[in-house]
């Protein structure tokens, strides 16, 4: 495989993001020395929100992946999980951090690392994969104290009264658990505070993204990495702060019509998770003329905290967050897809064919045909996945990217 190039970044606040992570590692591992509880828990619910509320220190593994890919970390993992049993035909992200935990953890040494739990949460819910790693790491980890929930698999569109209802006293019965097992009491103006927070973290993510709607885009997938902040710093003003950055940043390039590259030729589509151990790989079409503008991934932080009881903002949040991944339908899928090609004014779309990721996977032939017959919206499928390298072959990608610009230019009359 070729030289991997580095992810372009245009923003500052994109560039500013890597003290950002080092920072939230860092407060992680210091967590225990400053008496601070550490949860291991899944990304995307309302725990994150109380864990900041009752001052314990959230860790996500499955977020700790994308970090292992981009740093280098992953070979090794892999080949740890693998002597252990696991086929490479499994989630990469399960592959990764079981690899991790039963080796370089174990070994130390490295410049960023997890600290051991105090206390697993996990939430039943989300994709199978997910909720594995959990059943995982209760072995690795016997001394940590573990919370089972039991949240419904419903879809977003089918969510009833009673679901929330349900929901809401599963997070209660994790209130409990919290205060009991650490000894802390939960202050609800506090609650209340971290709450908003959130939902003005998810107030700017959603005006952030209005901009890629502009032609030229200000910015572009490449720095996707932003959403850091969504998957761990939900709650606090850190979250709001970094983004109101982002935000001004975007701004200022929109009003003086900064594009991503200085000649936009091609609107980009890009469907399911990117390749996290070479974000590089996108500069491939702009230098081409081409931009990726929009992606499925970034609407996983647009759901907001709105009413008056927090508890149950987060038990929404908890339901609707899950039923992206797990519960969703192929023609929801396509829906979703084609409604996000007519905002941005998509010219063509790029179906990642993820190994590692069937469930957002499923259906991208539907995606395919109905982009074509409803929108005349040309596509292409790459092989890859979005973790583990050795299932990605850059010479294809090369060849097939070629290919689809040349075509997409051709319809415009570029060529």
Known sequence: MGKKESSQKRLQAAKDLNQLVFRYY??????????KPVGWMPPMNGAIELCYALDLQPVFPENWSPLCAAFGYTPENFRVSEGLGYSRDLCGYLRNIVGYVYGPMAKGGLPLALPEPDFLLSFGGGCVPAMKIFHILERRFPKAIV???????VAAEHVEGHHLTYAVSELNRLIDFLTQTTKRKLDMNRLKETVSLSDQASALWDEIMTYRRLIPVPFSAAEIGIMFVMVTRQGTQEAVDFLAQVRDEVRERAEKKTGVIEDEQIRL?????PPWYNLGLLRA???MGGVVVAETYSSAWSIRLTGDDPIEALA??????????????IKKRREDVLRACREYAIDGAILHRNKSCAPITLGQMDIQKALQEELAIPSVIIDGDHMDERNFSEAQFQIRAE???????????LR
């Open 147 to 153: 919370f089972s929930a039991d949240l419904p698999q």
């Open 269 to 273: 589509f890009w469907d399911n998770i």
């Open 285 to 287: 079409f702009e230098k």
């Open 316 to 329: 929404r949040k908890s339901l609707l967050s899950y039923s992206q991944v797990s519960c969703v339908s």
């Open 26 to 35: 860092q407060e992680c591992l210091e967590a225990k020395t400053h008496g």
């Open 403 to 413: 290919a689809f610009m040349e075509m997409l230019k051709h319809k415009k009359g």
